[in-house]
Nanobody, 127 residues
Framework: QVQLVESGGGLVQPGGSLRLSCAASGFSLDHYAIGWFRQAPGKEREGISCITSDGNGYYVDSAKGRFSISRDNAKNTVYLELNSAKPEDTGAYYC?????????????????????WGQGTQVTVSS
């Protein structure tokens, strides 16, 4: 069964850090870009970052400087690190693969550009 599984969420204090993982099972991530998204309560899902198959990372402007994306193909896993966490970072975090033909490249960080999604991991930033 082909799936993405997010993990690493939890409660973090404002100013703290957290590393989220997106692990693939049933297929190899080697030739896929991976995007990370966040959905806050009552809001639409929004893009944060994407990494190409060869390791180039892209960020939305609001994520630059506090989020860091990386990948370890040997572990079939992509990571998203959150630093200097803020309460507005609270939400469910999802990873996904692009739905277009060029799945090794990062499309726009819009949910419609991505096809296969994990189940999400919850991040709560609170003191």
């Amino acid at each position: 069964q082909v799936q993405l599984v997010e993990s690493g969420g939890g409660l973090v204090q404002p100013g703290g850090s957290l590393r989220l993982s997106c692990a693939a099972s049933g297929f190899s991530l080697d030739h896929y870009a991976i995007g990370w998204f966040r959905q806050a309560p009552g809001k639409e899902r929004e893009g944060i970052s994407c990494i190409t198959s060869d390791g180039n990372g892209y960020y939305v402007d609001s994520a630059k400087g506090r989020f860091s994306i990386s990948r370890d193909n040997a572990k079939n896993t992509v990571y998203l690190e959150l630093n200097s966490a803020k309460p507005e970072d609270t939400g469910a975090y999802y990873c996904a693969t692009p739905s277009g033909s060029f799945s090794y490249l990062c499309p726009l960080l819009e949910p419609d550009e991505y096809g296969s999604w994990g189940q999400g991991t919850q991040v709560t930033v609170s003191s």
